[in-house]
Structure formats: structure tokens, C-alpha cells
């Protein structure tokens, strides 16, 4: 059963940086591209960015582009994802989640249990 | 970059009721899309992918169609535990992968 743990949420002031961490386990990491998506309080998903198998490819959504950056370590099985410049409008719930493949052009079929990001002063 | 919408914004059904959501492209995707069910407290799950296989797991009361720039998923019996928000999604492009706003569905 796929295993995606994420960490690092908390509260931080606006302006300020945050780094989420995703344990994978219970399947081969270096074979799968990945995605952060995150909801905030009472909206609904959105997709922030997607990063390939191997690390060389990465799309973000316009919200982040020039602030966020997705990255992995695939000798650690662990996802990241690097916030800058947070703003009230960054506070929410942030899953990790597995694609079905290598390609950035996939979807998403297993998710991880998120952890809650508040930018507030 | 490719807009999606869905419909209803939510809708209250009966047990045993079947129920469909639409969910509409701005432009075609050939059948490049997944549908989510998302209950609140949890995780999101993967539902149907390429307009309309089933995800292996999910009950067959869940059903989906469409291709081009028009999908539907359809639940035909509607149960107490499908009480969720339910999103598509298109894929298989360049990203963003956008999901749609989601449909609220419960139990009337």
C-alpha cells in the first residue's frame, strides 16, 4: 500500500519561507513523477506544481511560479517542497500524491494525509 | 491555459436516487481526465481516469463519459458514504493540471 507522509507545515508570518517534506514508501519512488496539490480552508483543489522521476522536469501553477520549488531526492524516497515569500493567500492544507507514471502529464492516484500551512502575522 | 467548470455547484439526492455531474473544458481533451472523490477529514481519492475506466477498487455505481471538451460521472445509486466533494481534472497535456471547482453532493 502506497505510503506518502507529509511534514514541515506550521504556521509562519507572511514573507517568510517554509520547506514541506514527503516520505514515500511501499512502492519504487524513482519511477514515479509526483505533484503537491493543496486546499485552502473551505475552497477547493488546486494543483501547485508536478516534478518528473528523475527530477529534471518541474511545471508550476502560476500562484507559485517564482516562489515555490518542487525538488526530490530519490536516494532518500522524500518529496519537497520549497515555499518563499509566503502569503495569506498560501495558507492551506498541502498533499503530496503519487502519479501513475514517469510523465509529468499525468494525474494523481494515491495521496498523502497533507499537512496544514498558516501564513499569518 | 485550459479552463475547466462543473455542475452542479452541489446537489442534495436521496438514497437510491442516480445523480450526475457534468464537467466541461475549455478546450478538447480528447478523454484526458479523472474524476476525485474527496470526503471531508480525508484524503482525496482517484475515482475514474481516462474519462471512464474505473480506478481498480471503486464501486461500479460510479460511472463516467465524455470526451472532447464534455464529461459526466454518474453515480447510479447514490449512497450514504458517497456524501463528498467530487472534482475532475485534465491530464496529458503541459500543466497546469487543472481540477474543476468540485461538486458538493449529499444525502437529502
Known amino acids: 500500500q502506497v505510503q506518502l507522509v507529509a511534514s514541515g507545515g506550521g504556521v509562519v508570518q507572511p514573507g517568510k519561507s517554509l520547506r514541506l517534506s514527503c516520505a514515500a514508501s511501499e512502492f519504487t519512488f524513482r519511477d514515479y513523477a509526483m505533484h503537491w496539490v493543496r486546499q485552502a480552508p473551505g475552497k477547493g483543489l488546486e494543483w501547485v506544481a508536478v516534478i518528473s522521476y528523475d527530477g529534471r522536469t518541474k511545471y508550476y501553477a502560476d500562484s507559485v511560479k517564482g516562489r515555490f520549488t518542487i525538488s526530490r531526492d530519490n536516494s532518500k524516497n522524500t518529496l519537497y517542497l520549497e515555499m518563499n515569500s509566503l502569503g495569506l493567500e498560501d495558507t492551506a492544507t498541502y498533499y503530496c500524491?503519487?502519479?501513475?507514471?514517469?510523465?509529468?502529464?499525468?494525474?494523481?492516484?494515491?495521496w498523502g494525509q497533507g499537512t496544514l500551512v498558516t501564513v499569518s502575522s | 491555459d485550459i479552463q475547466m467548470t462543473q455542475s452542479p455547484t452541489s446537489l442534495s439526492a436521496s438514497v437510491g436516487d442516480r445523480i450526475t455531474i457534468t464537467c466541461r473544458a475549455s478546450q478538447g481533451i480528447s478523454t484526458n481526465l479523472v474524476w476525485y472523490q474527496h470526503k471531508s477529514g480525508k484524503v482525496p481519492k482517484l475515482l475514474i481516469y481516462?474519462?471512464?475506466t474505473l480506478q481498480s477498487g471503486v464501486p461500479s455505481r460510479f460511472s463516467g463519459s465524455g470526451s472532447g471538451t464534455e464529461f459526466t460521472l454518474t453515480i447510479t445509486s447514490l449512497q450514504p458514504e458517497d456524501v463528498a466533494t467530487y472534482y475532475c481534472q485534465k491530464y496529458n497535456s503541459a500543466p497546469p493540471h487543472t481540477f474543476g471547482p468540485g461538486t458538493k453532493v449529499d444525502i437529502k
Open positions: 481516462a474519462a471512464s
Open positions: 500524491a503519487k502519479s501513475p507514471g514517469y510523465s509529468i502529464t499525468l494525474y494523481v492516484d494515491y
